[in-house]
């Protein structure tokens, strides 16, 4: 069927690595799908059809089981006639062996109508099979549809992540941010060591005065000379 071929031009494909983007497998799948559903609606056209032709026999086989048990009712009601002297008994032989005749037809007709109706039968039960057939596929490959599709998107969502992470990379960020940061430990480092520089660069007084309090020492001696001017004595004296 057209949608089987179908189906192995997908998988024949997939197997020689003819398809070098997602797009193209979704797209074959699309059609793989609308061509089963043109199968389908065929296949439900072509049973519809048989199963009419299969009515149209079980209504001929009572059409003409009908007629059958009139003709045999006819001839009985002409012997009845005839034996009830209605009616020339040769007549009535007559007609009732025609009535008979018409009788075998219908029941000949019957016949052929019940074969056709098997028939027809036979043709609506593998139809309705296939017609199942392809709903299953039809309904296995729009689940594989979707499932594709959602691969799909996280490929390019991966793939979109995954490139920005090498454009990053390629745009030398990482190694701009180690550079900064060799170059804060280097003025921290530099830092640290204009410190140093200023503590060596101190002169001697600055040692000497930072040793002892010279404003405290200047400031006692002072109070001592006022005190020997005013000839106040120490507290003892």
Not at 64 to 89: F, P, R, T
Not at 128 to 153: A, D, G, M, P
Request: net charge negative.
């Amino acid at each position: 069927m057209k949608f089987l071929r179908r189906l192995f031009k997908i998988g024949q494909a997939e197997v020689h690595h003819t398809i070098d983007n997602m797009e193209d497998p979704i797209k074959m799948t699309e059609q793989g799908i609308r061509d089963m559903k043109d199968d389908l609606d065929k296949a439900l056209e072509a049973l519809a059809q048989v199963k009419a032709m299969s009515i149209r026999a079980k209504n001929e086989v009572d059409e003409y089981e009908v007629k059958a048990e009139d003709y045999n009712e006819k001839a009985m009601l002409i012997l009845k006639k005839a034996q009830n002297g209605g009616i020339d008994s040769s007549e009535a032989d007559r007609l009732a062996t025609e009535a008979l005749i018409k009788k075998e037809e219908a029941i000949g007709h019957q016949n052929r109508a019940i074969a056709d109706k098997e028939k027809f039968d036979q043709n609506v039960s593998q139809m309705e099979t296939n017609v199942q057939i392809i709903k299953q596929n039809i309904s296995k490959w729009e689940n594989e549809l979707k499932t594709l599709r959602s691969r799909v998107k996280v490929a390019d969502a991966t793939k979109t992540l995954n490139k920005q992470m090498a454009k990053i990379d390629s745009n030398g960020t990482i190694a701009l941010l180690e550079r900064m940061k060799e170059k804060v430990n280097q003025e921290e480092a530099l830092a640290e060591a204009y410190g140093e520089i200023a503590n060596n660069a101190k002169s001697v007084d600055d040692e000497i005065n930072s040793a002892i309090d010279v404003k405290k020492t200047k400031a006692t001696s002072e109070l001592e000379k006022l005190k020997a001017q005013l000839g106040i004595g120490n507290s003892t004296d």
